[in-house]
Nanobody, 123 residues
Framework: QVQLVESGGGLVQAGGSLRLSCAASGRTISPYSMAWFRQAPGLDREFVAYILPVNGVTNYEDSVKGRFTMSRDDAENTVWLQMNSLKPEDTAVYYC????????????????WGQGTQVTVSS
């Protein structure tokens, strides 16, 4: 069993930056892919980014490419999402998740989830 706790969300003006953190406890994250998803009001939860274990290769949803950067530190059992050039359409609750099996772009492929952290971008 692993517990994931996100932090770092908040209110920011368009063009600003935030850095989200996801701290894991209960089990090391080192063998696992990790991901960030987000859910805006009235919409389905959507993929944002994932990071592979060992080599740290990342992949991003098209709308965040070049603006968001996902990273991990297995020694700290933590992953981060650096979000720059934020836009109002980035407003959502952001969730950290640990991969289980299947497509890394689908939330059903992730077994453990954090409680989420709210990101609000004002125009």
């Amino acid at each position: 069993q692993v517990q994931l706790v996100e932090s770092g969300g908040g209110l920011v003006q368009a063009g600003g930056s935030l850095r989200l953190s996801c701290a894991a406890s209960g089990r090391t994250i080192s063998p696992y892919s990790m991901a960030w998803f987000r859910q805006a009001p009235g919409l389905d939860r959507e993929f944002v980014a994932y990071i592979l274990p060992v080599n740290g290769v990342t992949n991003y949803e098209d709308s965040v490419k070049g603006r968001f950067t996902m990273s991990r530190d297995d020694a700290e059992n933590t992953v981060w999402l650096q979000m720059n050039s934020l836009k109002p359409e980035d407003t959502a609750v952001y969730y950290c998740a640990q991969y289980y099996a299947g497509s890394r772009y689908q939330d059903l492929s992730y077994r453990y989830w954090g409680q989420g952290t709210q990101v609000t971008v004002s125009s």
